[in-house]
């Protein structure tokens, strides 16, 4: 069984300043990581992922998350916040099982830029 | 753009009614999953299928139903609507051995 929390609904930070989305997971398997991002009324996007190389992970837009085994988390961070990246983001963990992929997402983490 | 493509953009249909969701995956890729977003529920995996045959099943009800076809476009198909099936529905897919998953940019469905 697989599992994702995402420690916080809501997270505002003002512009300029540094995001911590926080992220922990539970997986029965050696887990792969995520953090997808939509923003409103769009699809969603890739940001970075973990898949047991590298334990900090570099992503798009400046975002990366770094996998810490022993805390059993995945948190994303940026050093410094722009009003772009107002969005919802998610945490997915992602175990193979038998050739079949299944990814668990969190329940989303909706970030607010203060101008 | 994720090179993910989904058709219609949004669709709006009454109770007891049937519709279609179509997806057509990167060009390459195998794999297909569908997705249920909603307010509620938040993002719930629904079914995949690799190279036309189905091989996961989540949280997807007995009304709804899916195939892959030869051509490896995916269609989903929903029947017997009720308000309650009111979500975004996303397609992903994803190619041989990768974990990750390209979404493509959904379809909403209103059911009045």
């Known amino acids: 069984a697989q599992s994702v929390t995402q420690l916080d609904s809501h997270v505002s930070v003002s512009e300029g300043t540094p995001v911590l989305l926080r992220c922990n997971y539970s997986s029965s398997y050696s887990p792969s990581l995520f953090w997808y991002v939509q923003h409103p009324n769009k699809g969603l996007q890739l940001l970075l992922k973990?898949?047991?190389?590298?334990?900090l992970v570099k992503g798009i837009n400046g975002f990366e998350a770094e996998f810490k085994k022993s805390e059993t988390s995945f948190h994303l961070t940026k050093p410094s916040a722009h009003m772009s990246d107002a969005a919802e983001y998610f945490c997915?963990?992602?175990?193979?099982?038998?050739?079949?992929?299944?990814?668990?997402f969190g329940t989303g983490t909706r970030l607010t830029i203060i101008p | 753009d994720s090179g993910v493509t989904q058709t219609p953009k949004h669709l709006i249909t009454a109770t007891g009614q049937r519709v279609t969701l179509r997806c057509s995956p990167r060009?390459?890729?195998?794999?297909v999953y569908w997705y249920q977003q909603s307010l509620d529920q938040g993002l719930q995996f629904l079914i995949q299928?690799?190279?036309?045959?189905?091989?996961a099943k989540g949280n997807i009800l007995e009304r709804f139903s899916a195939q892959q076809f030869p051509d490896l476009h995916s269609e989903l198909n929903l029947s017997s609507l009720e308000l309650g099936d009111s979500a975004l529905y996303f397609c992903?897919?994803?190619?041989?051995?990768?974990?990750?998953?390209?979404f493509g940019p959904g379809t909403r469905l209103t059911v009045l």
């Open positions: 992903a897919s994803s190619g041989q051995g990768a974990h990750e998953q390209f």
């Open positions: 060009s390459g890729d195998l794999s």
């Open positions: 997915v963990v992602s175990s193979t099982n038998f050739g079949n992929e299944k990814l668990t």
């Open positions: 973990y898949t047991s190389a590298a334990t």
């Open positions: 299928y690799y190279n036309g045959e189905e091989r």
